[in-house]
């Protein structure tokens, strides 16, 4: 890691940090603790919780212990409440300071409704986050093979298998996915969250799909913090194929499976076209995890990640060279929870959720099924995306 790189880490430690003291600061004053025993309590409680979701995601890559994942779940709640409390927090010392220019001392009242509001609202997001909805497209494919018209393709991304959605979760998902019938089923990337440290209790489940054109899987990047070695070898006695920049032809239809960057790879304007089966007269569908275009030519892998995180490229230009008909994607989750939905619109744009068109060319960016992070969903909801091609 780079010294820009740690300065930025150590940038943001301190940003967290700091609103930890603002939240700890505004609930010693809406509540008038002024006992000192209370307050140094009050800061120890503030303390431990800024710290515990980096080391609950530490105690679960070294332990599938239950103690630790039911840490990681309610640390990562946390992360989630404190975000709506802060802004609940800064709203309140608003009302307050309106207040008081006319002499009324408000701070109790309002800082117990905002709070308990608050609460309230963080546990509809996580009720949302925990059912995801089937989302039903058309897509038109410019010479579809009869064999495909009108078949259906459902989509899964960012599943984030692991210590949050564990197998109650997985075997819901794959109950709905079968119930839809899908004549093909892939799967876009961040099957596994990047914590998990027990990916085969979930192999089981995921054999379960059901679809008569197969399963397709393509890597994301939380399959590259996981170790792709290690997620290739827990997939390969299931029925789900692993496309690693490789190409599935199925009746006629090209797969186009395209892994996340990892270090070193050069992806050029002939990257597809090198790829062994292509065939440029079929029509292709490409799985690639981010709703960016696959060229990659940064090779250090820091700088590819945050280029697809903060300065994504979204002219799919050797995309649509290539001949690909639908691109299907995810990673971005929709933002998840507000405000970070509207801080992922401003990044990807119209790309960052739903169906787009360009010609022949479309792109559909899934939501995703889980979330990484607080398992929360307030301004977006989770999906499993059934395609119906035309």
Known sequence: MNLKAISLVVLVLLIYFGLHFFLYFSTAKFFAISNQTLKKALA??????SVSFFAA???TRLSDLV???????????????????????VLAWLIIFVFKLFNLDVKLIVGSLAFSIILLYSLFGV???MHPQVKNIDVTIAGLPQAWQNKTIVQLSDLHLGQIYGIAFA????????????????????LFDGTASNLAKFLGTLDQLQADQGIYFITGNHEVYLGTGKVKAALQDTKINILDNQIADLDSLQIIGVSYPEFGQVRDSNFIASLAGYNPSLPSILLYHSPTSIEQKEQNLAGQHSNIYWSPNTDFSLARASGINLQLSGHSHAGQTFPFTWVADKIYGKYN???????????YTTS???TWGPPMRIGSRGEIVEIRLK
């Not at 075997?171 to 961040?190: A, R």
């Not at 959720?353 to 792109?363: A, E, S, V």
């Open 44 to 49: 120890v409680v503030f303390i431990f919780l």
């Open 57 to 59: 995601m530490i105690l």
């Open 67 to 89: 103690i630790f994942r039911v840490f990681y779940g309610l640390s990562a709640f946390w992360l989630g409440l404190i975000i709506n409390l802060l802004m609940a927090a």
């Open 127 to 129: 009720w949302q986050a």
């Open 171 to 190: 075997e819901k998902v794959v109950k709905q996915v079968n119930d839809l019938k899908p004549d093909l089923i892939v799967i876009t990337g961040d």
């Open 353 to 363: 959720y739903g169906l787009n068109q360009d010609g022949d060319f479309n792109i």
């Open 368 to 370: 995703g099924v889980g």
